[in-house]
Structures are given as C-alpha cells and as structure tokens.
Antibody, heavy 120, light 113 residues
Framework: EVQLVESGGDLIQPGGSLRLSCAAS????????MNWVRQAPGKGLEWISY????????HYAGSVRGRFTISRDNDKNSLFLQMNSLRAEDTAIYYC?????????????WGQGTLVTVSS | DFVMTQSPDSLAVSLGERATINCKSS????????????LAWYQQKPGQPPKLLIY???TRESGVPDRFSGSGSGTDFTLTINSLQAEDVAVYYC?????????FGQGTKLEIK
C-alpha cells in the first residue's frame, strides 16, 4: 500500500525557516515524480513545487520561487521542502503527492498533510 | 500562465440526480503529438486530502465508481456525476498538467439538495 507521511509542520514566525519531510513507502520511490501542494485554511488547492524522479529537474510556482527548495533522497525514500523567508500567506496544510504514473504528471497519491502556521 | 476557471462555485443536487461541473482553461491543454488532454479532476472531502478521480480528461482512476465521468477537449471540460450519492458531497477541483506549472481551478462545492 502506498503511504506518504508528511512531517515538520509547526508554528513559525514571519521571516523564519522550516523544513518539511515526506516519508514514502509501499512503492518504488525513485521511479516517481513528486510534488508539494498546499491549501490555506478554508481555501483551494495550490500546487507549489515538482521534482523529477532523479531529482535533476525542479519547478516552482511563482508564489514560492526563490524562497522554497524541493529536494529528495531516493536512498531514504524521502521528499523535502526547505521553506525560507516565510510569510503569513504561506500558512497552509502542505501535502506531498506522487506523479508520473498512468495519468502522467497529475498527482495520483497524496499524504494526509502537515500544517504550517506563520504568525508572530 | 494557465488559469483554470470552474463553474459553478457551488451547487446543490438531489440524491439520485446528475451533477455537472465545468472547467475552462485559459489555454489549450491538448498536446497534439499524443492527442491527450492534460486535465485531471480531484475530489476532496472535508478533513481529507484530495483524491484523483479522472486523468487525461476522461480516464477514471482505478477504483473510482463509473458514475463519475469526464469529458471535453482543448479548453473546455466537464465532470459529470450520475445518480448522486450522499458520499459524493465534496469539493471538486480540475487541474491542468500541460504546463510545468500545474494549476488548479478554484473548486466547486457539491452539496445535497
């Protein structure tokens, strides 16, 4: 069974940094693209970052480009999101999700999410 | 950038009736070389992560009931839920994955009338 478990969410002050992790199991992690998608309280979904299966290609939404960095460790079946210069508008549930399956790059498996709150 | 616009923002449908949700993309998501529409539909129930329902605009994900269907091509797409069940109450999102900057629609909240 595919499992994605996010961790690292916390209450953090504006301007601070946080590193999220996503532990994957139940599938061959190194074969799949990965994504981070977030959802502000009571709002819709916002895709924020993509990383290829090898880690060699990354993409970012404009709202986080230059502040967030996606990475992965295929030996440890783990995905990461380094978030710097955090703002109040980054407050959200952050989901990791797989891609690159039968449906191409859409996100076909999701974790339960981890909550990041940016507030003083 | 691709802008995805869903309509309506919310709708209420009686049990057993049909629900129709529309999604319009600001640019075509049809890739001519493989004739595939890079459009997905997701369902999100309260307190849960999203769940993929439909990809390539019309292909049901494994395990998704056949009362869910997707249609459309290019810039205009529709998610149809036939014979609405109580468990279908959720917010539904379309998403384009044609561009490397994937974008979601704003969501459509489906309720029971």
């Amino acid at each position: 069974e595919v499992q994605l478990v996010e961790s690292g969410g916390d209450l953090i002050q504006p301007g601070g940094s946080l590193r999220l992790s996503c532990a994957a199991s139940g599938f061959t992690f190194s074969n799949f693209e990965m994504n981070w998608v977030r959802q502000a309280p009571g709002k819709g979904l916002e895709w924020i970052s993509y990383i290829s299966s090898s880690g060699g290609i990354t993409h970012y939404a404009g709202s986080v480009r230059g502040r967030f960095t996606i990475s992965r460790d295929n030996d440890k079946n783990s995905l990461f999101l380094q978030m710097n210069s955090l703002r109040a508008e980054d407050t959200a549930i952050y989901y990791c999700a797989t891609g690159g399956g039968s449906g191409g790059s859409c996100q076909d498996r999701w974790g339960q999410g981890t909550l990041v709150t940016v507030s003083s | 950038d691709f802008v995805m616009t869903q309509s309506p923002d919310s709708l209420a449908v009686s049990l057993g009736e049909r629900a129709t949700i529309n999604c319009k993309s600001s640019q075509s998501v049809l890739y001519s070389s493989n004739n595939k529409n890079y459009l997905a539909w997701y369902q999100q129930k309260p307190g849960q992560p999203p769940k993929l329902l439909i990809y390539w605009a019309s292909t049901r994900e494994s395990g998704v009931p056949d009362r869910f269907s997707g249609s459309g091509s290019g810039t205009d797409f529709t998610l149809t839920i036939n014979s609405l069940q109580a468990e279908d109450v959720a917010v539904y999102y379309c998403q384009q994955y044609y561009s490397t900057l994937y974008t979601f629609g704003q969501g459509t909240k489906l309720e029971i009338k």
